[in-house]
């Protein structure tokens, strides 16, 4: 196996294993939900309440610029447009061809069902474009773009990204279908 080969397999097992199948099923109603008040979300065109809003379609991701601090609570909405849009698809561009993608300018989804396959689609050109490096390719800061370090680190940080944003989403995921108010089990102690 290539080095590129063990970096886009070490995606894919998350991808494959723990990230996709979680979002199997993921509806409208999840999609949109706002655990608590003042989210950032994607909202259809000219009801968003942020400071900012980006998006070329009828609806709009919100945002500030800089970030208020602390960062308000996000939805799945919202992270799933950040990982289509600001960490795999900026990456797409500059880094294996095609189009650029402009935040400010992108068609955001305003359903699950489109979500996922706007992330389906980044992440087949994202596994597709990392598994085609070279090792020379690796070492190296890439020629396009403006990340300036061996395109190795690039892979390695998308690959923890991904991670991180999917296991946010997946626990968000959790915290919805456990909503229902009921108190947690109260623990118990091994030998009581």
Known sequence: MTRSERLA????????????????????????WEPVRGCWSIRPRGTSTAP??????????EYASPDPVP???????????HVIVSCL????GWHFGGQDIDFQAYPYAGSADEALKQLDEMYGRWNAGVRQLSDADLDHPPAAGPERFPMEGIVL????????????????????HRQ???APAR?????R
């Not at 070490?10 to 999840?30: A, S, V």
């Not at 960062?71 to 447009?81: F, G, K």
């Not at 698809?89 to 797409?92: K, S």
């Open 71 to 81: 960062a308000p609570v996000t939805t799945i909405a919202w992270r799933l447009a």
């Open 157 to 176: 940080h998308v690959n923890r990204e991904l991670i991180h944003h999917g296991a946010e989403i997946s626990l968000l995921r959790d915290l919805y």
């Open 89 to 92: 698809g900026y990456r797409v």
């Open 52 to 61: 900012l809003s980006a998006g070329s379609g009828d609806w709009a991701m």
């Open 9 to 32: 397999d070490q995606l894919d097992r998350h991808w494959d294993r723990n990230l996709r199948p979680r979002l199997h099923g993921l509806t409208d109603e999840e999609y949109f």
């Open 187 to 191: 623990a118990v102690r091994p030998g």
């Open 180 to 182: 229902d108010g009921a």
